[in-house]
């Protein structure tokens, strides 16, 4: 692909229709008001054009963006330009079908994420008990990732404590570029499970990566309060912002603004 084949709005349909990251980008103000652009986070600038004079700002701040899957207004100068992310749907793949799921499952699929249930317990992974899940697995993990390879869209939620389950889901993202990857259990169980992914030969730095023992502390016991928890540290995940404490008693904005907005 390349910009000067390709109108906007079929570079906008291309990346939708191939579930590609990117981002439509439109000045709104000055002299060129009206341009627009179509950018692919792995490719760049793909269809029409912007500001000679801005461009290499312009496309550094919309992969910014992309990365977290914003949409903002920034201004440069006194020229204004809108940069709406396009993002595929996120994947959330829950690996154990107990009850904390049940809630989990169904809060995530109103977030607007395609939902993955696998367990291989066959009495625990039903419809019946998952009617909001895009996708249930009765298997061990390896069936899942038969059919889905992990990406930068994907959310790994491990709610099983047996490492049997665990240990197969932590060797086939171990290296990839999943957005989330959070496991249940105490912080004890969470230690064990660090000196085993170490000895398998997991990175301190990757290590650091995993989320566990899982959620944002908010005091919850209930499933419906863990998915909460759960969510909420999926979201900061997710765009990359917020302190995940209350906002009571805070001074500004709500959101950060960046300088030259």
Known sequence: MNASSMGYVDATKKLI??????????????PDTGMKSVLD???????????????????????ELMRREQSKTLTYGEVPVFIE?????PVMMIFGA???????????????FRVIVADARPMWATGDRFPDADEIVVGWPD????????????Y????SHDSRFEDPVFAEVHGKPIRYLGAIGSRRTHAARLERLAAAGWSQE???????PIGLDIGGETPAEMAVSILGEI??????????????????RIHKQRADE
Do not use: C, W
Request: hydrophobic share 40%; no cysteine.
């Open 17 to 30: 229709d191939n579930e590609r990251l990117g981002a439509v980008v439109t000045v709104v103000g000055g």
């Open 41 to 63: 986070y792995d490719e760049g600038l793909i269809a029409g054009d912007l500001p000679a004079n801005l461009r290499d700002d312009i496309v550094s701040d919309a992969t």
């Open 85 to 89: 992310t396009v993002a595929p749907q």
């Open 98 to 112: 107990g009850h904390n799921a049940q809630p989990l499952s169904s809060m995530a699929r109103l977030l607007g």
């Open 143 to 154: 069936a899942v990732f038969e059919k889905i390879t992990p990406d930068r869209r994907t």
């Open 156 to 159: 790994v939620v491990l709610l």
């Open 206 to 212: 990757q290590l650091a990566t995993i989320y566990g």
């Open 235 to 252: 979201i900061r995940a997710r765009y990359g912002e917020g302190t995940g404490t209350s906002l009571r008693g805070e001074q500004g």
